[in-house]
């Protein structure tokens, strides 16, 4: 099935009659937590039929704000590829970063503690962390 159409029958068949985009968005957020609540309770199959829920909430906010599903799909995935293109080479006595590929700069590492703080601005930052010691 075609997402919009798919769209399109949740929207026709929805418990909730709004164009409040508060509403909305409210209504998404109560299935969402109450999908967080089972699972934190252990009951996973209730919690993936909130989150299922949850996505029909999801579409009807997205109808009452104007946002075309397909094209927010594709945006995501565009914006998802994008930021994966970081990473943070650790060398012996230096860290490097990458961004698509091209060295953007980079800094001397003395110690293991530099080597702990440059691990967490790289998962800060979302950068992938690759370790290139060689042995001396």
Known sequence: MDLREAIEKIWNNRKYNTNDPKTAISHLNEEVAESLKALMKGDVDKAKRELQDAMSCLFIAMKVLDVDAVDAVNKQVEQMKKRNTKIMIF????????????????????????????????????????HEFNEA
Do not use: M, P
């Open 91 to 130: 060398k012996n006595d230096k860290v490097e970063i990458y961004v698509d590929g091209v060295l953007k700069g980079g800094w001397s590492i003395w110690s293991t503690e530099d080597i702990k703080e440059a691990e967490k601005l790289a998962k800060e930052f979302g950068c992938e962390i690759k």
